[in-house]
């Protein structure tokens, strides 16, 4: 079998799946992202690219995605619909695939108020369940959105979106996923799990309509560097549940590194006991170097195979 | 209806500053409901300007007149004669108004007064809130009357987006996610499987086709000629 991708045989095969987060810079220069990728490369199967993630400028996702690709790591190039029209997302999907990124996750984008430019007019032509259903049609299809022919090289993508278990109304958002994935969602990262029991409700949801069957579903965990970032996500950020007793634990903690301890535990909790995930996609807001320190310690290196399944990609 | 709002005075008076005579124009339409441009604010705008002229040592004329409809042309001959001794228009209209006032009388200065907002309904005396993005392609009947081209910040044909939490929109507490209210609505009315459909991205050659979209009723052209 061929595979779209690295991740894609990864999952294909059965590996409980890791990746992480790369935020491009506010500049031209990608020795940071760089820096950051030669860190992940050999504790993670592949990497997302944030699309100027909360509406502020940065280096493009695609453009990072080349870099990190020259250094070994496998991008997971991030697509928001807030700042393009149909046009522009389909030369840039043909661009990306041209430059050798096989991943693709679709979303919707932070709102621009939230960034640096927020008189800027958003776009959102499409949303992110059109731009999974388009993607698959370009690839499946040979089809441009218009319909007209794509008479070669169309490019084939892992399609990948997103889920927020803890955002509302929490029984419509497994109709939402489903909706994901019947418009060609491969694979899907969750928001950021701090609540465990909402986050397996979602998951026995998602088992009995088979969903875990048809999509591979990475959990979202992120090392909380203090018990102030805790707090700011639970009051500050919309679609975030960060439980009190969670906050508690980090205040009263002597340990700096209480976070990681809480991020690995967590991890092994899902890999064990929650049926249906497939791997964790880990989020270390503004603490990369933490990282490799979760997968070692987590019991998730080496990453299996690396070698073997590059050769096979189509 | 459309809802529209007067501009601060100030700025008025600064579009007409070199007039020594000026017409007022209301429309007794829209702007009348939502007490932007009917005949009282017209009566009431004609004063301030005065005053702040008076103030300024440089007196202004104002003659007012309220037509029923800025937007037909049909209730617009009454003010062909106020129009010809004054030096500017100021349409208290929505942005239709002003343009047919413009348009008409090519040879005037017309300016606005107001600033038009949207098409919306009443939520409760004093507050208008936006209800219809005129889009071209009415959905309501997909998303239970409640219309996410508007009322979600995205304008999410699918959704709702991942910042949706206790029934509000992640911008702020003051705004309803419209995706909350779409399916509790579907949900009461026993028809959530109707959201299940992945919606196709909008056809928004209907909304923005080309310089200004145009509705052509051949039923009625054919009856006019007909009588």
Redesign the interface.
Known sequence: MKYLSKLHQALAEGHFAVTAEIGPPKHASAQGVIRHAQMLQSCVDAANITDCQTAIVRLSSIAAGAHILGCGVEPIVQMT??DRN?IAIQADLLGAYSLGMRNLLCL????Q?FGNHPSAK?V???????LI??MRRMRDESKF?CGEEIKEHEPRFFIGA???P????FE?RV??L??KI??GAQFIQT?CVFDMERFERFMEMVRARGLDQRAHILAGVTPLKSWRAARYLQTGV??MIVPDTLVERLKNAADPKEGIKVCIEQIRHIKEKVRGVHGVHIMAIAWEEAVPEIAERAGLLPRPGLQRRAESID | MIKAQQKDIREIAGMVEGCHKVLLAGCGGCVTVCLAGGEKETEIAARALRLIRKRSGKPLETVTYVATRQCEPEFLAPLDELVKDVDAVISLACGVGVQCLAERYQDKWVVPALDTKFAGGSKETGVWEERCGLCGDCILHKTGGICPVVRCSKSILNGPCGGSQHGKCELGQDIDCAWQLIYDRMKALGRLSELTAVQPPKDWSKARDGGPRRLIREDLIADEISE
């Open positions: 619909c807030r149909r919707s984008g932070d709102h108020k958003n959102y032509d499409l949303d992110s369940v059109q259903s388009l959105f997103v889920a927020n803890f955002a509302d109304p419509y109709d939402r489903e909706k019947e418009a928001q919309s679609g």
